[in-house]
């Protein structure tokens, strides 16, 4: 805590609430105050930028079935995703609908080859779209079913760089259970350090919680007691803080205090629908995984953790790669893997609405976390301003296993390095889906210069996505 020469009380970011319990010294991290801008809000009261975060938003198996020719001017071709227009006037498709809230914050971006996607079966080459690096095959199991990445996912090459600026470096968040552990750690995980280093996914809402919040202390605390049980404990300081803030921070530090405690209730209490299973294999056998329920919880929980600035990176896996998640919320009990893999002797028509509903569906749940980010303040802007939401699947079109032109779509503003209002950026070269994440990676990053190898290596960002 400090006065500025012109007797402008500031706090630093990294200021925490501390007390002592139980004979040892706990903290609690703050939401972003106004003592801790300059006087515009749009940066630090040291004069440095608000900081950016990211988070790369998965689900699998595409977003269509096949389709026969008599169809492809039909309402249920792949084109219910990728709108027909361009630039900033592109009308949002119905599977797009869930964005109309946050409409201005949302770019798709089409034409793009993985250029990483070499060797392998498909689901395994788009895999390679969060990362730029190419798959290693593991023999003799499964032949080109069976692999592991040759390199780090995005999220992880921005955690080396940025990663220790936070209490964690990076967070890695799971909904749906059905996952597949027979085909290697390309298809099983989602955010990887390296060719050996998969980082499994957190499933449950209760275990994200302590992963964030229950062990956060003081850097030269080593008991490392409860963060939250211990609130009691730090309640000295805040009210010596609040006599020095203006109005709207005690507001502020009320409300964040509040939020914490409710949302804490509401994973408790959430916990029983969803148990722990002993591996995040297939889960749920039999029964209902209460998907959207999961996944508030958990983008709640990533607002927070940004709003607290306890982690800027966040891999947020809503259905696993190869998905076998059965949407039940729209009428069916088969897994979204099958009915994207159906065969014109199964019926298209009936296939494919079932295939828009599960997409809409999943669009509504990414919609929610951008909501949630668009809704959180960050200095004189929100969090969804601060951010980068990279969202795509392995395939395009399930039944042809393609992983050209998959469905892209880029939400937020990072920091002013994206392009805003959003567009449609259609790819009229076929640009390499690689020089996107290069320049994700560059407006975290920005002395990054490359990313990827192979046929997805990049040193090219994306020109048509930034500001």
């Known amino acids: 805590m400090r006065r500025t020469n012109n007797s402008r009380f500031t706090l630093s970011r990294r200021t925490m609430l501390r007390g002592t319990a139980y004979g040892s010294t706990v903290a609690l991290a703050l939401p972003l105050l106004e003592a801790m801008l300059n006087t515009h809000g749009d940066a630090l009261a040291g004069g440095q930028a608000l900081p950016r975060r990211l988070v790369t938003w998965g689900w699998g198996s595409g977003c269509a079935a096949k389709y026969p020719q008599t169809y492809l001017q039909d309402k249920f071709h792949a084109k219910r995703f990728e709108p027909d227009g361009v630039g900033q006037n592109y009308e949002l498709t119905p599977q797009l609908a869930p964005f109309a809230n946050v409409r201005e914050y949302v770019s798709i971006l089409s034409g793009f080859k993985v250029g990483a996607a070499e060797g392998g079966g498909g689901h395994h080459r788009g895999c390679t779209g969060f990362s730029g690096h190419p798959i290693i095959l593991i023999p003799p199991l499964e ?161 927070l953790a940004f709003e607290c600035d306890v982690t800027r990176l966040v891999s947020f896996c809503f259905t696993s790669y190869v998905s076998y998640a059965r949407f039940w919320q729209v009428g069916t009990n088969r897994g979204y893997h099958d009915i994207t893999h159906d065969d014109e002797a199964q019926g298209f028509v009936e296939t494919n609405e079932i295939v828009d509903k599960a997409l809409i569906f999943i669009m509504q749940q990414l919609a929610y976390l951008l909501e949630r980010l668009k809704d959180t303040p960050d200095g004189a802007s929100n969090l969804l301003d601060n951010s980068i939401v990279y969202a795509t699947s392995e395939l395009g079109v399930g039944r042809d296993h393609n992983v050209r032109d998959l469905p892209m779509l880029l939400a937020g503003r990072g920091g002013g390095a994206l392009v805003h209002p959003g567009i449609h950026y259609r790819s009229e070269s076929n640009e390499n889906n690689s020089d996107v994440l290069l320049a994700i990676l560059q407006s975290l990053v920005p002395q990054a210069t490359e990313i990827g190898g192979g046929g997805g290596h990049s040193t090219t960002p994306c020109a048509g996505i930034l500001a």
């Open 143 to 303: 032949g080109e079913h069976h692999s592991k990445p040759s390199g780090p996912t995005i999220d992880q090459v921005a955690a080396a760089a940025i990663g220790d600026q936070t209490f964690l470096p990076s967070l890695q968040i799971g909904i749906s259970k059905e996952v597949i552990d027979s085909e290697g750690p390309t298809i099983q995980f989602f955010s990887h350090k390296g060719k050996d280093q998969p980082l499994p996914n957190i499933y449950e809402p209760q275990e994200a919680w302590n992963k964030l919040f229950k062990s956060f202390t003081v850097p030269d605390d080593p008991t490392r007691p409860h963060r939250i049980a211990s609130l009691d404990a730090i309640k000295n300081d805040l009210a010596r803080l609040e006599q020095r803030v203006g109005h709207n921070d005690k507001i502020r530090l009320e409300a964040h205090l509040s939020s914490i405690e409710q949302l804490r209730g509401q994973i408790d209490a959430m916990a029983p629908l969803c148990g722990i299973p002993p591996q995040p294999t297939v889960a749920n056998e039999g029964g209902e995984e209460p998907l959207e329920e999961v996944n508030k919880a958990m983008a709640d929980l990533v607002a």
